[in-house]
């Protein structure tokens, strides 16, 4: 212990252990068994988790096998119609207790979370257990005003949950809060890792009283999620790798399952040159130091500005060399243990290989144990390893830019869509590069803020669906089912492709890409409604993908601006409605032209909004369009149906390559002469006939679709969802046919999925 005068010389942090007591007791009661319909079972084949900071075995818990999932998801199915059929108020009440019970134990979650998983006390003490504890309460508002809010939704039923092992009790609160404050039964399995916090929690679930079978816990490696995905469940929701989210989301595909994915990161961390440096550097140190880079959203990938960058890295050097590696239960350390030893060779060859392709690392020591000392890595590329892949360790990767305009293209040079963070006192700068950076959340002067009211979530290969607030809530909700029959699978368009012998080819049956008519690579094909239809491929999906990237003006267009084109464009319907009701009939002519001046309304009125989380923010939740849609419109109605998909779409700002009706596709292409007189801009809207599942199947696999929309067949849906798992752009697939002329046609949902909603936080005061 340093005297009075050497502590005030060197201004060095004493030890402060916290003691591990408390959870080193509660540990006594092992080994553990899962816990299934409100009780503990008996142990079973048990693995040892281990304390990653002193290598200490923590205590056995039981491996799941398939019989143990198939129990838990048993219990689940029963309780779920009473847990969904409780007043909200009753629902909240159960959550409430839970929020309650947890402050209760603070300390012991705490503690028990450093043993298990190696982060520092700080931590867990000041941020994962104090956000926990909010989500509950949070939710528990959500139950209680559930039927106000949601009007006419109603639970998915049984949700597998599958969390990672760098926030376990924070992603235990994120996942099973929104699900049982909508009506859900959950069936969790935590990281094979970090198992503990989890089983204490289901504790208090006993405690609360909360019903049998609503909530169930089972434990187990990779094998168990595997057994938990496949079983008899409503929904998943996952939160893992990029890599096991592709195996998810093809395993899933053509089940009807729910499915949300929360994935890896490599998040920019963008230093302007106007930038409080001081803070700029504590960020790093929040995002990728302080807690092991053991954040998804961490933001390892530094991007700073070329005139204040030395500076920067001075700075930067400086501050890594003076933190505190140690004992994660000291609340003087910065940086405890890395979680596993697996993960720390993962990390150790990461860099390895990043110095081999040229990067110089900075590292004050080597680390023992499963310890890894902050590095920081600089002279490297874009396309380094250490700027490309997840690390999940404390290591940061630094490069420079030289304006705003090619940070932003660093910043997206990447296959994830995370987050981000912006650095800068000009607030003019930091919005217009959080408009342009493809990520879900941007924070603007800070790093790693996380509210239970603000949206959460990815774009791009990190994932989609979102977590908080209202979009976390509608994720655990579906919409009335589709009572429509189900879609018949289609054969390949009759005739011969080619084109016919005698006579001319009809001139408005043709492809339309990029605001004109083309001739299909694909030749011709007689149709069932007569005359010739191109026959679209490959290579017309790709220039129409092209041109609808060219016209990237739309989506930034006004929303006032894109609703007078669409009532334009409805005014023109109306003006050739006769035409329209010749190729399908006058209702549904008439119908598809109201329905166009429903969808040009909506233009400007599907807002964002300002969510009440941390103080001195405005924390936004904007709406975004996708970008570029995939559109298989339904073969009923093939008129309205293709309005009524086609046209939310685009009033949101996307563009889309759509494929109308197969059977009766002449509906669509009369539709091209409307919107060349109705100021649409070329790109917008493109068109290709042909065999839908060709064309559908293309889609899917194309890198730049950022959506893609279904209402087909289940095979069609199944394969389209298989083979977009390669991307892991968002599918909505609809197998059974809507009642478009009624309620059905004109849904919110057109709306809330032709939008990703981007949180930006923005700071404010002296």
Known sequence: MPTVTEALNTMDYGPAPESAAIALNWLTRGPFGHFINGAFTKPGAVFDTVNPATEAVLAQVTQGTEGDITAAVKAAHKAQPGWAKLPGHQRARYLYALARLLQKRERLFAVLEVLDNGKPIREARDIDVPLAVRHFYHHAGWAELLDDEFPGMAPHGVCGQIIPWNFPLLMLAWKVAPALAAGNTVVLKP???????????????????????????????????????????????????????????????????????????????????????????????????????????????????????????????????????????????????????????????????????????????????????????????????????????????????????????????????????IWTESITTALDIAAQVKAGVVWINGTNMFDANA??????????????????????????????????????????????????????????????????????????????????????????????????????????????????????????????????????????????????????????????????????????PFGVMGLICPEEAPLLGFISTLLPAIAMGNRVVAVPSQGAPRAALEMVQVFDTSDMPGGVVNIVTGPRVDLARTLAQHDDIAVLWVFADSETCAMTEREASGNLKPVW??????????????????????????????????
């Open 455 to 624: 949206p959460f979530g990815g774009m791009r290969e990190s994932g989609f669906g979102r977590e908080g607030a209202r979009e976390g809530m509608l994720a655990y909700l579906r919409a009335p089912a589709i009572k429509g029959k189900a879609r018949a699978v289609l054969s390949v368009p009759a005739g011969l492709p080619g084109e016919a012998e005698g006579g001319d080819i009809d001139r408005t049956h043709k492809l339309y890409i990029g605001g004109a008519q083309k001739r299909p690579d694909g030749g011709y094909s007689y149709s069932a409604q007569g005359g010739q239809i191109p026959l679209g491929g490959r290579k017309d999906i790709r220039n129409a993908v092209e041109a609808a990237h060219k016209a990237a003006g739309w989506g930034k267009a006004t929303g006032h601006n894109r609703a007078q084109v669409l009532y334009f464009l409805a005014e023109n319907m109306a003006a050739r409605q006769a035409d329209l009701a010749a190729l399908s009939s006058k209702t549904e002519a008439g119908a598809a032209v109201a329905r166009a001046f429903y969808w040009a309304a909506w233009a400007d009125k599907y807002d964002g909004k300002v969510h009440s989380t941390q103080g001195a923010h405005l924390t936004l939740a904007l709406k975004e």
């Open 191 to 421: 990281a094979e890792y970090t198992p503990l916090t989890a089983l204490l929690f289901a504790e208090l679930c006993i405690e609360a009283g909360l019903p049998k079978g609503v909530v169930n816990i089972v434990t187990g490696d990779g094998s168990t999620g595997a057994a938990l995905v496949a079983a008899e469940v409503d929904k998943i929701a996952f939160t893992g790798s990029t890599e096991v989210g592709r195996l998810i989301r093809q395993a899933t595909a053509g089940t009807g399952k729910a499915l949300t994915l929360e994935l890896g990161g490599k998040s920019p961390f963008i230093v302007l040159a106007g930038a409080d440096l001081d803070a700029a550097v504590e960020g790093v140190v929040d995002a990728v130091w302080f807690n092991q880079g053991e954040v998804c959203c961490a933001g390892s990938r530094i991007l700073v500005q070329e005139s204040v960058a030395a500076v920067f890295t001075d700075k930067l050097k400086a501050r890594m060399a003076r933190l505190r590696l140690g004992d994660p239960l000291d609340k003087s350390t910065d940086i405890g243990a890395v979680v596993h030893p697996v993960q720390l060779a993962r990390i150790r060859a990461i860099m390895a290989q990043a110095v081999e392709e040229g990067a110089e690392l900075h590292q004050p020591g080597t680390g023992e144990g499963c310890f890894c000392p902050p590095a920081l890595l600089t002279g490297l590329g874009a396309a380094n390893v250490a700027m490309q892949e997840e690390i999940f360790g404390p290591v940061a990767a630094l490069m420079t830019f030289r304006t705003p305009v090619e940070a932003v293209e660093l910043a997206n040079n990447t296959r994830y869509g995370l987050s981000a963070s």
């Open 733 to 766: 697939s609809e197998n059974r046919a809507r009642d478009w002329a009624g309620s059905e046609g004109q849904s919110r949902d057109f709306l809330r999925r032709a939008v990703q909603v981007k949180t930006v936080w923005v700071p404010y005061g002296a």
